[in-house]
């Protein structure tokens, strides 16, 4: 399943996400916007992760002054997704 989300409060722009709803994992992560090398790496590293252990690895950072971030953004989006199912 193909999921959009506009970020708040941080520099990217949109989040697409590709889940796999059987098996509850994140197949894939696409950022628009922001530092890309990083989020580039973000999306490695959660790639075929499953939506839980991304969300406890990435609720609550926090990027500069900001109460959020990019992969505090993330976490919150698959909580959301989470609260739908």
Do not use: H, W
């Not at 889940?19 to 894939?28: L, Q, W, Y």
């Not at 990083?38 to 950072?61: C, D, P, R, T, Y």
């Amino acid at each position: 399943m193909e999921y959009k989300y506009n970020p708040n409060g941080v520099c990217s722009k949109e989040f697409i996400f590709d889940i796999d709803e059987t098996k509850n994992i994140v197949r894939d992560l696409q950022v628009v916007g922001g530092c890309n090398g990083n989020l580039k790496g973000i999306a490695s590293l959660i790639k075929n992760m499953e939506v839980e252990e991304v969300i406890k690895k990435l609720s609550g950072i926090q990027c500069g002054f900001r109460n959020t971030s990019c992969p505090d953004q993330i976490a919150q989006v698959l909580n959301a997704y989470l609260a739908r199912k």
